[in-house]
């Protein structure tokens, strides 16, 4: 094979205007759509009953208790370790002391489940729609070059050598086959600006902002931070709590401060 | 109690601090990696000192984090200053970079 020529060549600087300045303005406001679009359409935190609330608040209760221990005074912490274990283990905070020693029912019937699964679905799709958009667009519209008002065939120079096999990818809609992989097409310059604008999602929308791919991939993979609560039955979790509360180690942190704070102004 | 806990109960690390700092960090990086693709794509590097180009100059920006910023205690406002200040995000500001320097490689060399 012959071995490759440096290929230079001279390219419409109309080009440029009319097509890589178009889609990556469009593809930074379909960003921002998308963030506006999700935060439109997310459903607000569904209203509980009373009685739930106060279960699923009480645990918290306990837990934090556990946590944020040594920041109280013993005695402090004694009477509320009290309080919190016997309520506990007599069930005080339960939302239906009935069913207490009965299994749990399936959780495909419990309607609040469900409507936790189809907010998580409804996030993916409102992803997946826009992009798939996108590219058919860019495909329709700014592909098969040569035979296109502007002269030269290719977009852009890719400043770094890719191997051949993306070629077919990177090249779609151009005619000759034998063209060095680094003039690329319309195509490959979409998916570079993909991943090239996440910094400027995050800089223009703060974080936090549903236009950024890598958030949403994590917020796949955690998609149940709000429903362990009803998979699991309520009295075996308090009861466990109680016991969590029992075994903790008390060292109150105002513990010896004098001595710390007269070695620190020493 | 184990000494570390009783350290971090006395000192705590207070995680809205801690998450401020790194997005203000990542924020910096995604610019400078910006700038730095424009700087690139005007010089005409190619494939390899471009990217060369790319690694040493994060490095002078997280050298330039570290004693000017953080003034020289990077553990004031870093848990683990080696993992999170020299070696952090790279991925984000790195597409940011090739996007700009393929930009602008495109529009100068012409």
């Known amino acids: 094979m012959a071995p490759p020529v440096a290929q230079t060549i001279h390219r419409d600087p109309a080009l440029f205007y009319w097509i890589l300045l178009p889609i990556t303005v469009v593809m930074i406001f379909t960003g921002i759509l998308r963030h506006y679009a999700q935060t439109l359409l997310q459903s607000g935190p569904k209203k509980q009953p009373v009685r739930l609330l106060r279960q699923q608040r009480s645990l918290m209760r306990g837990v934090n208790l556990r946590t944020n221990a040594n920041v109280l005074s013993p005695s402090s912490f004694q009477t509320r370790k009290a309080y919190l274990v016997s309520a506990f283990q007599d069930g005080a905070f339960l939302a239906d002391p009935e069913n207490r020693g009965k299994p749990r029912g399936n959780p495909m019937s419990d309607p609040a489940m469900m409507e936790g699964m189809m907010g998580g679905m409804k996030a993916n799709v409102a992803m997946m729609v826009p992009q798939t958009l996108i590219m058919g667009w860019i495909n329709a519209f700014f592909s098969g070059f040569v035979i296109s008002a502007f002269a030269p065939a290719r977009l852009v120079k890719l400043p770094f050598p890719l191997t051949p096999q993306f070629k077919s990818m990177l090249q779609s809609g151009v005619g000759t086959r034998d063209l060095d992989v680094r003039w690329v097409s319309s195509m490959s310059w979409y998916f570079l600006t993909l991943f090239g604008l996440q910094p400027v999602y995050t800089f223009i929308l703060g974080n ?6 890598v958030t949403q991939q994590m917020a796949q993979m955690n998609p149940g931070a709000g429903m362990m609560g009803p998979d699991q039955d309520p009295d075996k979790l308090f009861l466990s709590e109680a016991e969590n509360l029992e075994v903790v ?12 704070l007269l070695a620190r102004s020493k | 109690m184990l000494p570390e806990e009783r350290e971090l109960a006395l000192n705590p690390i207070v995680q809205e601090s801690v998450q401020h700092n790194k997005r203000t960090l990542l924020n910096t990086r995604n610019m400078t990696a910006s700038l730095f693709g424009v700087a690139a794509g005007t010089l005409g590097l190619e494939s390899y000192p471009g990217f060369l180009f790319y ?6 920006v997280s050298a330039l984090v570290h004693f000017v910023a953080a003034d020289g205690r990077p553990e004031r406002y870093f848990y683990r200053p080696g993992r999170e200040l020299w070696a952090g995000e790279v991925l984000g500001p790195l597409s940011s970079y090739v996007l700009t320097w393929t930009l602008f490689y495109g529009l100068v060399r012409a």
């Open chain 2, 55 to 60: 690694a040493v100059l994060s490095v002078l």
């Open chain 1, 249 to 260: 180690e008390h060292r109150w942190i105002l513990d010896g401060v004098e001595d710390r």
């Open chain 1, 208 to 213: 936090n902002n549903a236009a950024s791919q």
